[in-house]
């Protein structure tokens, strides 16, 4: 093996914001924080689940919320809809 080529290739330990610990081989050489994992991602889980890290599903909700596409409670004018 040619030497001063290869990068480090350590165990680094990686933990995810749902408590799952697990170990790994990686040339980061350090440990890795994760936002989801197998044990916790809804492919895995089968369950459903919003994976909103940055908020962007309430962005979504706040920016569209006096849009509905049934017109109607929201809409003042709801009554030219129901004839
Ligand atoms: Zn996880």
Redesign the pocket.
């Known amino acids: 093996m040619q030497e001063n080529i290869h990068p480090q290739y350590q165990d680094i330990t990686v933990t995810?914001?749902?408590?799952?610990v697990f170990q790994t081989k990686s040339a980061l050489c350090a440990d890795l924080n994760?936002?989801?994992?197998?044990?916790?991602?809804p492919f895995y889980t089968g369950k459903q689940k919003i994976v909103d890290t940055a908020g962007r599903v309430d962005k979504f909700a706040k920016k569209f919320a006096g849009l509905s596409l049934t017109k109607k409670n929201k809409d003042p004018e709801g009554k030219e809809n129901q004839e």
């Not at 995810?16 to 799952?20: I, M, R």
């Open positions: 995810c914001s749902c408590g799952h994760i936002e989801v994992c197998n044990e916790c991602h």
